[in-house]
């Protein structure tokens, strides 16, 4: 399976303050098709996951603009430019390249 | 507005099978990827398998054994059925649409805790 390595597994951010997740795969998510199929999601405390950014970089409708999704092969980040207080919880990457699906471990954001 | 509801039990006891709904509304599970996502204690999260628009299904080879998705079409739902559980499938589970093209989970139900105890 892929395993996806996330860092740091703990974020602390102040109000404004831009951050950066790193995820990392043990092969690249390139597929055959020219498709990446790594993909961010957010789980804030208490709600279900919600899907932010698709194929690296695209941001999934109703998701503020302050999110950015980058990389390319097995190296991807997920910034937020400015954090906001609505933007705490825990952020996880997934692959769909290479069958299982598999999750990174997560990153919570916290305030500092 | 596509809307995904787990219902099941929350307590199952070793060695039982768990089986779960996911009841759909707004959005026809004769379309798209529907399946089934956990969440263990702390933050892991596991990909357990999804059921296509035509039925055919495909299941994390780590619960091959265990594990099948069926729906009805009808109602509008898809099931979990996941069978010998030990204490270590306790999770959050979270049945979800796999979008089309992008292929790539867009909408999620509100998760079913169940825990596996004696």
């Known amino acids: 399976d892929v395993v996806l390595t996330q860092t740091p597994p703990t974020l602390s951010a102040t109000i404004g303050q831009s951050v950066s997740i790193s995820c990392r795969s043990s092969?690249?998510?390139?597929?055959?098709?020219?498709?990446?199929?790594l993909h961010w999601l957010l789980q804030r405390p208490g709600q279900s996951p919600q899907l932010l950014i698709y194929l690296v970089s695209r941001l999934e409708s109703g998701v503020p603009n302050r999110f950015s999704g980058s990389g390319s092969g097995t190296d991807f980040t997920l910034k937020i430019s400015g954090v906001e207080a609505e933007d705490l919880g825990v952020y996880y990457c997934?692959?769909?390249?290479?069958?299982?699906?598999?999750f990174g471990g997560g990153t919570k954001l916290e305030l500092k | 507005e596509v809307q995904l509801q787990e219902s099941g039990p929350g307590l199952v006891k070793p060695s039982q099978s768990l089986s779960l709904t996911c009841s759909v509304t707004?959005?026809?599970?004769?379309?798209?990827?529907w399946g089934w996502i956990r969440k263990f204690p702390g933050n892991k999260m596991e990909w357990m398998g999804y059921i296509s628009y035509s039925g055919s299904t495909s299941y994390n080879p780590s619960l091959k054994s265990r594990i099948s998705i069926t729906r009805d079409t009808s109602k509008n739902q898809f099931f979990l059925q996941l069978n010998s559980v030990t204490t270590e499938d306790t999770a959050t589970y979270y049945c979800a649409r796999w979008a089309g093209m992008r292929y790539v989970m867009d909408a999620w139900g509100q998760g079913a805790s169940v825990t596996v105890s004696s």
């Open positions: 707004g959005y026809s599970i004769t379309s798209n990827y």
């Open positions: 092969q690249s998510l390139l597929h055959s098709n020219g498709n990446t199929y």
């Open positions: 997934v692959q769909g390249t290479h069958a299982p699906w598999t």
